[in-house]
């Protein structure tokens, strides 16, 4: 692995490890700060295109460290192309572009052939709240929410379109593996109608991985190690960006705070570890997107004229 990537993988993992340390989850930053007035969601590109993967963790903890509001943020090129110019003194936040190069070498019978080399390099991006001169509507200030019915509206209409068996019986939330079916606590069990969605998320983020489905496994083989709690991590930060995308807010579960210690050994062992969960994170969320296929399910994205794109209590729970 080349310098540059390497300190990419450890730049991101000591700011979530340090995080992690003063019992904060990265992911879940946006939902603690104070400074968010409209509906959360994915941070955007210049061009209204959502980041995905370990860049939607990077710059939500940027946005609560520095206090942004605005969910839109651009390169130094870009915003010189719009005419606009980053403050003197402003500090540009690390985002990561990831591809695959393909070349061509001989193999060990003397036959060429194709392989993928894939490569990944950080760059720099400011959020439009750091530059002076854009067009209005990049300084739009994000709608107060004020119509959670309406929000509901959507995170049902979602999850009952991706056809889960969805089973509503007993006090705790959980998927499980050998009946392939979600179990759910009634509705009313739960303190208020969003953590009942959350919670929703995040078991149909384990039902993602099914051997129908994703076939994700990390080599679980008791509840508490290391593979369990792999899998609890993907099903965190997938939570944390599906209820992103619905407009709703996830839910701190206390039965998961366990985990913590777990991921820090995890994430100083292997400074890939966060990059993968991240990944498979974003194919259960797209995947869960893909089911639904309901275009009027989520909540309308901001739109932004297009240019040139760049690199109570809950009740008692337990996941499986």
């Known amino acids: ?12 993992t000591n700011r979530i490890i340090a995080d992690l340390e003063q019992g904060v989850r990265t992911w879940m930053k946006p939902w603690n700060a104070g400074n968010t007035a409209g509906r959360i969601m994915r941070p955007l590109r210049h061009n209204g295109v959502p980041y995905s993967g370990i860049n939607i963790l990077m710059l939500w903890a940027e946005s609560v460290s520095q206090g942004f509001v605005s969910p839109v943020w651009m390169t130094f090129r870009q915003a010189s192309e719009l005419d606009a110019h980053v403050r003197k ?70 999850f009952a379109a991706t056809k889960a068996d969805v089973r509503y019986r007993g006090d705790r939330a959980y998927y499980s593996a050998e009946g392939d079916y979600i179990q759910m606590p009634v509705i009313e069990a739960f303190r208020d109608a969003e953590s009942f969605y959350a919670t929703l998320a995040h078991e149909s983020s384990h039902w993602t991985k099914h051997s129908s489905r994703l076939d994700r496994d990390f080599g679980r083989k008791q509840w508490g190690d290391e593979g369990y709690a792999r899998e609890e991590l993907v099903a965190e930060l997938s939570s944390a960006f599906l209820c992103a995308d619905l407009g709703i807010t996830p839910e701190v579960r206390d039965d998961h705070a366990a985990y913590i210690a777990t991921w820090l050994t995890v994430l100083k062992n292997d400074k890939r570890a966060i990059f993968s969960a991240a990944s498979h994170a974003q194919k259960a969320v797209d995947y869960l997107h893909g089911r639904s296929a309901t275009g009027d399910s989520v909540p309308p994205m901001i739109v932004l004229t297009p240019q040139a794109d760049a690199p109570g209590t809950a009740p008692s729970s337990h996941c499986t």
Request: proline share 5%; charged share 30%.
């Open 1 to 12: 692995m080349n310098n540059e990537r390497q300190d990419v993988y450890t730049r991101i």
């Open 89 to 158: 003194g402003e500090k540009g936040s690390l985002v990561v572009y990831a591809n695959a190069l393909t070349r061509t070498e001989a193999n060990e019978e003397g036959e060429q052939e194709e392989r993928s080399i894939p490569y990944m390099k950080g760059y720099t991006v400011f959020n439009v709240e750091q530059i002076e001169g854009l067009p209005e509507q990049y300084y739009a200030k994000p709608e107060v929410t004020t119509t959670p019915v309406e929000r509901i509206s959507h995170a049902e209409a979602f």
